[in-house]
Each structure stands twice: as C-alpha cells, then as structure tokens.
C-alpha cells in the first residue's frame, strides 16, 4: 500500500521521529533535545534555518519531499549553503593547531602517531569546513604497498570521519580505490581536483558517487615530491568547494603527510592504479577481513614464519586488491562480450 504524502514537514518530521531509536538518533545529530523535535512537529516552536538545512542531511531518503514541504511554508527557504554562510568558515588553519600537531608528533610513540595524529587532523578538519553541521564527510586513502616492489595498485581508505548523515567514524567504509575515483584522480595527477556538482553526467573526471556526495574535493598527500596518498572531502551541498576550501583541503593533506612515515612515500612513477568496483561489491571481500587475518596469522605461525601485525594486515589487503582487480578484469570482459554480440 503507498504511504500517504505528509501535508507538512512537519507531518513529515512527525513520522521521522515515530520511534524512539530514531528520535534520539535525530536530536542527537542535530545537538538538540528529543522534547525539542516533538515541538517542531507538534508546531509549538519554530527551528532556525541552520536546523532545517541539517536535518536534509540526516534525513537523505525524505530530502526532497521535505525541501517541498518546507517551501509551502518559507517560500525563499534554500536547500544549499547559501554564500553568506559559507564565508564564516576561516580560510586557514589556526596556529594553535599547528603547534598542538608538532607536539603529538614529536611525542607519540612510531606505533600510535598514524592513528593518534589523524585522529587529531580529521577531527579539528571536521570541525573547521562544518561549522553548521550541514553534512560533511573525510577520509584519508593512503597508498597500498604493492608486492614484491611492484607498482602502487589501489588506494585504502582506512580512516574517515563525518557529520550527518556520515558517521562520526567512518570506518565502516573502509574500501580499495583506483583510477576510477576522484581520490585517484588526484594521486595520478599530483594536484588538488575539485567537483562542484557530482550529479553533472558530462564530468569528465572520474569519481564513485557516494549516498549523500554532491560536491568534493581531492587533494594529494605529498612530501619531498613523493606520493602517498590523497584526502578526500565530501559535502551535502552542491559548490561547496570555494577556492579558498579548496586551498583548505590541501592544507589539511599537508598535516596528514606528518603522520606518515617516509617509506610510505613514492616516486609517482610508480603509481599504477588499476579499476576497482563499487563500494557494495567489494563488501563480500571485505566483510570476512578479520577471519582472513586470523587464518593468515596461523599459516604464518605453521610455517615458523615471524610477522607483524601491520604485515599480517598489509598482506591480506594484498590478497584482496589482486581478488578485486581480476572481478574488475572479468567484468569489463563480459561487458565487451556483451557489446560485441549486441546483447
């Protein structure tokens, strides 16, 4: 049966909030009281726009049905960060910042400063390029060591963070890209690659579209000419990316190249990135990652062979870009088979 149309957001917000997981979830998100939601809904109080332009992000499924209903009753009311807004984001890093980054460097043990330091970084960046909460998510894809001295293959993205509707931690997304994504793009190239509308279909710059991307910005992790990866920044809104966020961006790649170690650095002619498929797909590789390690650690240990723990982690990542690198290979095949015999 279809589901009756809401006559009002605040109808529509008044199903959103139907139970209580959800109600919590949504306050939570928009750093309000759950009482405060039932007054919206019960239209016993009114929220500031800042509000409304946040709850779009938490709410991505009803999006358009609520910019609809929230046009029937402030008829001027935009959906995007409008410009006024934007230029309250500063367009550089504090110093105090700076010195807070040097410190934890310089007393972290080796073992801890890459997650301690990024931690660190993606926090203070999240922070910085959304101050109203409007939707932004963050993550560092750094280069895959490749086998036997072979070329960089793939990017692994193994640390993010985000504001509704991302996950604080963005773990969970934890993926291998290539050429095909914008955070390869911007490896491949060597510079800073901004997309102001992800939905534009005559794009000429690859990038994987993610649930709630509609604009983003890549920026290479670069240190004494060599490569190690890219930081990637995703928003809710369309041009988000100003020149000076883009420049933004690229000073937050530069912090994040001070928590890496200098042999994760490459020349760039030895990055080849291969294709690699979609998020969901590569989940049935993924989704058993622990189980895999364990069976590797064992195997090591039948054969006396003494490994780490990062080792044992690197390897199995190996494992799994070669597996997804030939599903990529197979299903170009077919998709040639298929275009050759006009199927």
């Known amino acids: 049966m279809q589901k009756h149309r809401a006559d009002s957001w605040r109808e529509l917000l008044s199903r959103c909030i139907a139970t209580p997981h959800e109600r919590q979830r949504i306050a939570t998100a928009l750093g309000v009281r759950t009482i405060t939601l039932t007054r919206w809904a019960n239209g016993q109080s009114q929220p500031r726009l800042q509000n409304l332009r946040q709850l779009l992000a938490i709410l991505p499924e009803q999006r358009d049905e609520l910019v609809t209903l929230l046009r029937q009753e402030v008829p001027d009311f935009r959906a995007e960060l409008i410009d006024e807004e934007a230029t309250d984001i500063p367009d550089t890093i504090p110093g105090e910042f700076y010195k807070r980054v040097l410190q934890t460097r310089g007393t ?40 036997s001295g072979g070329p960089i293959r793939s990017l692994l993205t193994d640390m993010g963070r985000g504001t509704p509707p ?48 509609k604009s983003a910005a890549a920026a290479p992790i670069i240190f004494e000419g ?26 937050y790649a530069d912090l994040i190249a001070l928590a890496l170690d200098q042999e994760q650095f490459y020349d760039s002619t030895r990055i080849q990135l291969g294709m690699f498929p979609p998020q969901a797909e590569q989940q049935t590789h993924i989704a058993n990652f622990r189980q895999r390690l364990l069976e590797f650690v064992k195997t090591a240990a039948e054969h006396h062979q003494h490994i780490s723990a990062s080792q044992a982690e690197q390897a199995v990542w190996q494992q799994i870009e070669e597996e997804l690198l030939q599903k990529s290979l197979t299903t170009l095949g077919q998709q040639q088979q298929e275009m050759y015999h006009g199927t």
């Open 108 to 147: 972290m043990p080796k073992s801890l400063r890459y997650a301690a330091l990024c931690d660190l970084i993606l926090q203070q960046a999240i922070k910085h390029f959304d101050p109203q909460r409007i939707g932004i998510g963050i993550s560092i894809a750094r280069c895959l060591p490749p086998v």
């Open 166 to 213: 991302w996950r604080p931690n963005m773990e969970h997304e934890t993926m291998l890209l290539g050429a095909e994504s914008l955070a390869g793009y911007a490896v491949l190239s060597c510079r800073l690659i901004a997309i102001a509308d992800l939905l534009e279909t005559s794009n000429r710059i690859p990038a994987s579209l993610g649930t709630w991307e």
């Open 226 to 251: 060599r490569l190690a990866g890219s930081l990637v920044v995703s928003s809710t809104q369309l041009g988000y990316f100003s020149p000076s966020l883009q420049q933004l961006v690229n000073s």
